[in-house]
């Protein structure tokens, strides 16, 4: 019997049609550091479910037997030894294919998702046939989706919500970018099709997170510390090209007592750089592809705004920053724009989706 899965619940006001006797409409995303799910709520409001996509393993006191624990519970009491499955993206191997299949139905059984849904999986683009039929193998064998199952490319899947309340993204053409914890994608779409994907491991913001971490050891002349969780907390708290501020934060020394230290620097030094490299990878390798194979669309696509998404397009004023960082690299005006909530956009525009196919069906 799987233990139940500490997520952050959340509601998003919205204006749905719920038919009872219609599959529920619902979207997933199984990412590399959070697993989102969204699905109507009786109100026609959607109900977002995210935690951390990990587990932790230790031994029952009493019986010696093998148990687990899931998503934040696992992050939070076992950092020494939680497993993210999907650190690459997707499961590498059939034993994180196993893992994560067990976690993803624990958070179904946690959460009732029901049986009879329609589901829309946002998945990331990365050129792993290994990878990609692993996480198939979890979607296939999970228990939802006796309606539907389909996938679409996750940076689709988040341009959604950036263009509008419908399903406008499906008839543009623009480009979009992926600010993952494990990749940076861009890709064009021209009327839902991709067009010439890219994708690069080398600009991550699992990457700023281990950079955060070397920097606040430098920034406090080796007496602090800190885990790459850590980092990433200091990254989702404190990062901000607008307006950051300076934080203090509190460690516990091993010998005892404690040690308060401010930090200045290592967040947003480690922030700017992951932008400037996004910003050349981008435009120098991405860009310079898309205008060699397909002028037209190069040309069409950069007059729609560059849709930002993924964890990285949280931080606030990176959309703006990226659209000056870009306009200087290539001599000219773009606009780049992002979902209200770049950190659920891609489940919300896989639950839209699911919602238009479970009408078709």
Not at 267 to 284: I, R
Not at 309 to 333: K, N, S, Y
Not at 338 to 344: E, I, M, P, S, W
Request: hydrophobic share 40%; aromatic share 6%.
């Amino acid at each position: 019997m799987s233990s139940h899965v500490d997520a952050e619940i959340e509601e998003l006001s919205a204006d749905i049609e719920v038919d009872d006797d219609e599959p529920v409409p619902v979207g997933v995303k199984l990412g590399s550091t959070r697993t989102v799910i969204v699905l109507p709520t009786e109100d026609g409001d959607l109900k977002t479910i995210r935690t951390l996509t990990c587990l932790a393993r230790y031994e029952d006191a009493l019986t010696g037997e093998e148990q687990f624990l899931y998503g934040n519970e696992a992050a939070r009491e076992y950092p020494d030894r939680v497993e993210f499955m999907l650190r690459s993206g997707l499961p590498e191997d059939e034993d994180r294919a196993e893992l994560t299949e067990q976690f993803f139905e624990a958070v179904i059984d946690s959460y009732d998702i029901p049986e009879e849904s329609a589901v829309v999986y946002a998945i990331p683009t990365i050129d792993n046939p290994a990878g990609l039929d692993n996480l198939s193998e979890v979607i296939e064998n999970s228990s939802i989706g006796a309606a539907l199952i389909e996938s679409y490319p996750e940076s689709l899947c988040g341009s959604i919500p950036a263009f509008g309340d419908d399903l406008q993204a499906i008839e543009e053409i623009f480009i979009a970018v992926n600010m993952g914890s494990t990749n940076l994608e861009a890709s064009a779409y021209r009327r839902g099709e991709q067009i010439s994907p890219f994708t690069t491991g080398a600009v991550t913001g699992n990457e700023v997170d281990r950079i955060i971490a070397n920097y606040v050891e430098e920034e406090t002349q080796g007496r602090v510390n800190v885990d790459v969780t850590q980092a990433r907390e200091y990254k989702e708290n404190h990062a901000d090209f607008d307006s950051f501020e300076p934080f203090t934060d509190i460690i516990q020394q091993p010998g005892g007592g404690s040690h308060e230290f401010t930090i200045e620097r290592s967040v947003m030094d480690a922030t700017n750089e992951y932008l400037d490299e996004a910003v050349e990878k981008f435009s120098n390798t991405f860009l310079s592809q898309l205008a060699n194979d397909h002028m037209k669309i190069y040309q069409l696509a950069l007059d729609q705004p560059i849709v930002l998404t993924g964890g990285m397009a949280c931080v606030p004023g990176i959309v703006d920053a990226f659209e000056e960082r870009l306009g200087e690299e290539l001599g000219r005006d773009v606009e780049a724009i992002t979902a209200d909530r770049a950190d659920l956009a891609a489940t919300v525009g896989a639950q839209r989706i699911a919602a238009r196919l479970a009408e078709i069906e």
